[in-house]
């Protein structure tokens, strides 16, 4: 059973830092797409940033020039450093991972939380 679990989030003020973590197991096949999303309360689930095996990165426009995905050989674990952050950052984030006719997966999600 394949499984993504995430860490490294916690409570830091604005202007600081943080690097998620997320480690995939359980699977025998590799991901194409790897991925980090986040939901804030009563708001929707939006993509922070993604990656593809090859290396392939994008970004969402809240995030860019701030926060940098990385999945070190393409295998499958997967980093976010989050740098400059804000208020609006505050959210929970969440890993996920695709597979061609495996399906999608998801972390349960590690808390952030920015301070102003």
């Known amino acids: 059973q394949v499984q993504l679990v995430e860490s490294g989030g916690g409570l830091v003020q604005a202007g600081g830092s943080l690097r998620l973590s997320c480690a995939a197991s359980?699977?025998?096949?590799?991901?194409?797409?790897m991925a980090w999303h986040r939901q804030a309360p009563g708001k929707q689930r939006e993509l922070v940033a993604d990656i593809t095996t090859g290396g392939s990165v994008n970004y969402g426009d809240s995030v860019k020039g701030r926060f940098t995905i990385s999945r070190p050989n393409g295998k499958k674990t997967l980093y976010l450093q989050m740098n400059s952050l804000k208020p609006d950052d505050s959210a929970v984030y969440y890993c996920?991972?695709?597979?061609?006719?495996?399906?999608?997966?998801w972390g349960q999600g590690t808390q952030v939380t920015v301070s102003s």
């Open positions: 359980g699977s025998t096949f590799s991901f194409n797409v």
């Open positions: 996920y991972a695709s597979a061609p006719f495996r399906g999608n997966y």
